[in-house]
């Protein structure tokens, strides 16, 4: 079979990148087709290259339909809605978009432990439905300074967390696989005596099977009344219904929540909530993140016709 330029475009990445793509590839847009038999019957034996982002991931049946697929590359740093190791039977290279988003996904970490304590949500609807000038001052809150702080998952976006979590003068500890050599914070191999010992939670591990569940109701728990949890990573780390059973009854203060089970349908339940901040999954949502994420998918994209080594594969 001739080399082709033909790509499957499950999920795209910017509309500029896109358009520039368009001029050197053969895009065949899956994502926008109303008859989607009809474009892999036409199209299927040319693609070897996916184009998806982490929300959307890759179909497994559509997987088993691409007879030379060679490369997934993926619009994101998690890849728990891509079947791993059914690519990697398949000889089938996956690329994500790590690193560029670390910034602003810890940035939105911190955001939204700050918002979370100091009720922000509350504070701005107290203002604007003029409780403020009929009742006065909004209820106390509570402090960053002097907190426990412990990660869940100390990879580069637990570590660009905790620095930035430092000036507020915090204690931090985490929880892992294992302990890091060149780490100073506390670590805690149990995730239990992590939540009992922290006041904020922040969630910051990798999602998939072997996460799924990890914040139970014990963990819950441990954290306390007086505790409050952020996640940044997956909805499917945290078992959502205790959660929401526990912010209900005041096992936890309150959350911080970036990631649902089930996005974009969040479960309304959240929104009745007072103690909980939500954002709905846009902690990578900037312009210039955004258009980073989606170069490397380009760049990955490109290497991969041009015969070179990939730029940031997975596996
Ligand atoms: C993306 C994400 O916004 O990078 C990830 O893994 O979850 C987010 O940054 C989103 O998945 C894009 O589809």
């Known amino acids: 079979m001739s080399e082709t330029r033909d790509v499957l475009v499950v999920s795209p990445a910017r509309p500029?990148?896109?358009?520039?793509?368009?001029?050197?590839?053969?895009?065949?847009?899956?994502?926008?087709s109303?008859?989607?038999?009809?474009?892999?019957?036409?199209?299927a034996d040319k693609i070897r290259l996916v184009m998806t982002t982490a929300?959307?991931?890759?179909?497994?049946?559509?997987?088993?339909?691409?007879?030379?697929?060679?490369?997934?590359?993926?619009?994101?740093?998690?890849?728990?809605s891509i079947d791993i190791p059914a690519c990697t039977a398949r000889g089938v290279k996956v690329t994500n978009t790590p690193d560029v988003l670390n910034d602003d996904v810890a940035d939105t970490a911190i955001m939204l432990m700050l918002s979370t304590l100091r009720r922000l949500v509350?504070?701005?609807?107290?203002?604007?439905?003029?409780?403020?000038?009929?009742?006065?001052?909004?209820?106390?809150?509570?402090?960053?300074?002097?907190?426990?702080?412990?990660?869940?998952?100390?990879?580069?976006?637990?570590?660009?967390?905790?620095?930035?979590?430092?000036?507020?003068?915090?204690?931090?500890g985490y929880?892992?696989?294992?302990?890091?050599?060149?780490?100073s914070y506390q670590y805690f191999d149990d995730l239990i005596a992590l939540a009992t010992w922290a006041d904020v939670l922040v969630v910051a591990c990798p999602g998939g099977n072997a996460t799924?569940?990890?914040?139970?109701?014990?963990?819950?728990?441990?954290?306390?009344?007086?505790?409050?949890?952020?996640?940044?990573?997956?909805?499917?780390?945290?078992?959502?219904?205790?959660?929401?059973?526990?912010?209900?009854?005041?096992?936890?203060?309150?959350a911080g929540l970036d990631v649902f089970h089930n996005e974009p349908h969040m479960n309304p339940a959240f929104a009745a909530l007072d103690n909980v901040v939500?954002?709905?999954?846009?902690?990578?949502?900037?312009?210039?993140?955004?258009?980073?994420?989606?170069?490397?998918?380009?760049?990955?994209?490109?290497?991969f016709f041009a015969g070179q080594p990939l730029i940031t594969p997975v596996n």
């Not at 500029?16 to 926008?32: G, I, S, V, W």
């Not at 890759?58 to 998690?78: C, H, K, Q, W, Y």
């Not at 929880?175 to 780490?183: A, H, K, L, V």
């Open 122 to 172: 509350v504070g701005d609807r107290w203002a604007r439905s003029g409780n403020w000038s009929k009742n006065g001052a909004m209820p106390l809150t509570t402090t960053l300074h002097s907190k426990k702080v412990g990660i869940v998952g100390l990879g580069r976006i637990g570590k660009a967390i905790a620095s930035r979590a430092e000036p507020f003068g915090v204690e931090l």
């Open 55 to 80: 929300g959307v991931g890759m179909p497994t049946d559509l997987l088993g339909r691409l007879p030379n697929l060679e490369v997934i590359a993926s619009f994101g740093v998690g890849y728990d």
């Open 278 to 303: 939500i954002y709905p999954h846009h902690a990578s949502g900037t312009v210039e993140t955004r258009d980073a994420m989606g170069q490397l998918v380009v760049d990955n994209l490109t290497a």
């Open 175 to 183: 929880f892992g696989r294992s302990r890091q050599n060149d780490i």
């Open 34 to 43: 109303d008859d989607r038999d009809a474009l892999l019957a036409e199209v």
């Open 212 to 254: 799924r569940d990890l914040i139970n109701i014990d963990v819950l728990k441990a954290l306390g009344a007086t505790g409050y949890i952020v996640n940044i990573a997956r909805g499917s780390v945290i078992d959502e219904p205790a959660l929401i059973t526990a912010l209900q009854d005041g096992v936890v203060g309150g």
């Open 16 to 32: 500029h990148q896109m358009e520039k793509l368009a001029q050197d590839y053969n895009l065949h847009r899956y994502d926008k």
